[in-house]
């Protein structure tokens, strides 16, 4: 008996259950599935000096890139309560999403909001692309 592929969301809330949050106490988890198919999870690692953790969403990411996956197609992020990505998470998708890469943010309750990348993180910086100043 085979068993179903678990949802992006489950993913998330499992890798969550696996996050290392001894100084915030903030546990996240990410789920990411790239243009190929292939899924990958994450949580987020704390480090007592803060500035070397990783968030969940990077944990989650660099896991499909050490894999050989470039192109992200949809992320999932759950935290008990919802939460945004942070400025450099998003940066980090911009770099292996486009525009229209799915993020959903999802909690406990079961609330979800999906966005497109774009709109995360308008302007997104890409090497050699035009500024779309105003007339």
């Excluded at 992200?72 to 450099?88: D, H, K, Q, S, V």
Aim: glycine fraction near 8%; aromatic fraction near 8%.
């Amino acid at each position: 008996m085979s068993h179903p592929e678990p949802t992006l969301r489950e993913m998330a809330m499992a890798a969550q259950r696996r996050a290392y949050a001894p100084y915030s106490d903030f546990c996240v988890g990410a789920a990411v599935e790239m243009e190929q198919g292939a899924r990958f999870a994450g949580a987020n690692v704390e480090n007592a000096a803060f500035p070397q953790s990783i968030c969940a969403e990077r944990s989650a990411i660099v896991a499909a890139v050490s894999a050989g996956y470039r192109r992200l197609a949809r992320l999932y992020i759950y935290t008990e309560a919802g939460a945004a990505p942070c400025g450099g998470c998003r940066s980090v998708m911009a770099e292996f999403g486009t525009a229209q890469t799915t993020v959903t943010l999802g909690n406990a309750a079961g609330d979800e909001v999906t966005l497109r990348l774009g709109d995360l993180i308008p302007h997104a910086f890409e090497m050699g692309a035009p500024v779309p100043f105003k007339d």
